[in-house]
């Protein structure tokens, strides 16, 4: 029941509400050129971070100039051009693939008694 409800509530193929609230996240993703993925925190979740380092070097140059794009546009108080944003693909995953298969080794490896790979901490 519970479940159900909460894949109602965050499906914007269903909701309307989620689907105005992806509208919105997208338009602000498009103002700076990021994608979702580019918001995760590698210094937050070890899993984000082990995910980054396993990605191809070329993706994750990419990541790092649109977040360099976007701290720059924010410092001026400007936007990208519309021209741009309208290229922009903020919902195009990268990262949700390779993160997934991280939690689930770290989830089979505690599992099976093994000590983590790395020490949780939250700097």
Known sequence: MASSLTKWLVDPKKNWFAAQH?????????KYGLRYDD???PYYDLDVKEALNRLPRE??????????RAMDLSMKHE???N???????????YLQD???????????????GALPLYQRSIP
Do not use: G
Request: glycine share 0%; net charge positive; charged share 30%.
């Open 59 to 68: 993706i994750v140059d990419a990541r790092n100039q649109r977040l360099k």
């Open 39 to 41: 918001l995760y925190d």
């Open 22 to 30: 992806m509208k919105s996240v997208s338009s602000r993703l498009r």
């Open 83 to 93: 021209d741009l944003q309208a290229m922009q693909t903020p919902f195009r995953n």
């Open 98 to 112: 390779m993160l997934a298969l991280v939690k689930k080794e770290n989830a089979e490896r505690e599992a099976l």
């Open 79 to 81: 936007y990208l051009p």
